[in-house]
């Protein structure tokens, strides 16, 4: 896959963007920007005004009835808080919930299809990541903008709280995030039945590459939300003491690393058993390592196309990491009354 194309994917995972959480009516000749600090209502400086936070129902922002979705996520969050049918287009990425399939689609983050977005006639759109076009196309219609913030686990319920907020939806919102905490403690009582009696394995955990070629590949680094996932799940992430949020990594550097578990994440491949067979070879002619000896390398596409997706839907993504991981994931007893001891993205989750 292309550096352009894994991009694309990159901005479904959220990491290469600092979003702020911002709603704001899209009006020319406002006033400068103050430099973000990721609060709601705060400045986003690549649109060069200071935006107004529209709450739901009065007069700045009335609850949007038609919407467009250039972040997969945040359609998800919409449809389960029960604002799905606002929902008038939707990204190229948007794979849940079925009912989507149908919704007209608007391209994506870096190839926005600006006359269909004007066609739709949207009262909000929702960005996750920067798009000037769709910005400035958003200005000039005066047409709401709101930045999904999701980079972390965290942003996960935070972003289905905002969403419900301006969708009028607050009751259905608080039930999501309370379903999505009760998994993600659930699945953490259970990594610390399974690492009672074990290290943690050393994982690499490649990013929507190209199948037919093994060379450099993309992973996650520390601080983004794939990092976490390995961490939920019960692994250490092979690249998680890095400078960079999503690193290119060479083979010689995977062979250094010595992983454990290498699972390779192709949301959008259709995997045959030709295929899988074919980058198992590829594997094998980069050289040893213990994921390879020990017959631990895992090809997941589209049976897990959320993978790289942080919606609520999250907590079946780290369940089927987890157990890979641990084979024994479900025979573990675990006590459910018992708390789990907390791990490196506790804070960060539970905060929420």
């Not at 352009?4 to 009516?25: E, Q």
């Not at 009335?62 to 997969?72: F, G, Q, V, Y």
């Not at 589209?302 to 157990?323: F, G, H, M, Q, T």
Request: charged share 25%; hydrophobic share 40%; with cysteine.
């Amino acid at each position: 896959m292309s550096p352009a194309r894994w991009i694309g994917w990159i901005v479904v995972v959220g990491a290469i963007v600092a979003g702020v959480l911002v709603i704001r009516p899209c009006r020319p000749h406002e006033g400068p920007t103050s430099p973000p600090s990721g609060a709601l209502g705060d400045a986003v400086p690549s649109v060069g005004r200071t935006p107004t936070v529209a709450e739901p129902g009065d007069a700045g922002g009335p609850i949007p009835t038609r919407i467009i979705t250039i972040a997969p996520n945040s359609a998800e969050i919409l449809c389960a808080v029960g604002a799905g049918d606002a929902i008038v287009g939707v990204d190229r990425f948007c794979v849940f919930p079925p009912e989507l399939a149908s919704r007209p689609r608007v391209g994506g983050l870096f190839d926005p299809d600006l006359e269909r977005i004007t066609t739709l006639r949207p009262d909000l759109v929702v960005l996750r990541g920067r798009s000037d076009d769709v910005e400035h196309l958003c200005r000039r219609l005066g047409v709401r903008v709101y930045h999904d913030p999701t980079e972390r686990l965290a942003d996960i319920p935070r972003c289905t709280r905002e969403l419900g907020r301006i969708t009028g939806r607050e009751e259905a919102a608080a039930e999501v995030e309370q379903r999505f905490h009760e998994r993600i403690a659930s699945i953490r009582r259970r990594v610390a039945a399974v690492l009672s009696s074990r290290p943690r394995p050393r994982v690499l955990m490649t990013l929507a590459r190209d199948p037919a070629e093994l060379e450099d590949v993309f992973t996650a680094g520390p601080g983004t939300y794939v990092d976490e996932l390995i961490d939920l799940a019960g692994g250490r992430n092979l690249y998680g003491d890095t400078d960079m949020a999503y690193p290119t990594v060479s083979m010689e550097s995977v062979l250094t690393g010595r992983p454990d578990v290498i699972i390779e994440l192709m949301p959008e491949v259709h995997l045959t058993d030709a295929l899988r067979q074919q980058m198992l070879e590829q594997w094998r002619r980069v050289g040893p390592t213990p994921a390879l000896a020990n017959g631990r390398i895992y090809f997941v596409g589209d049976e897990l196309n959320n993978a790289l997706i942080p919606s609520p839907r999250y907590p079946d993504v780290i369940e089927a990491i987890a157990k890979l991981l641990h084979p024994d994931w479900d025979s573990v007893d675990v006590n459910e009354d018992e708390a789990a001891e907390p791990g490196p993205s506790e804070s960060s989750v539970a905060g929420g």
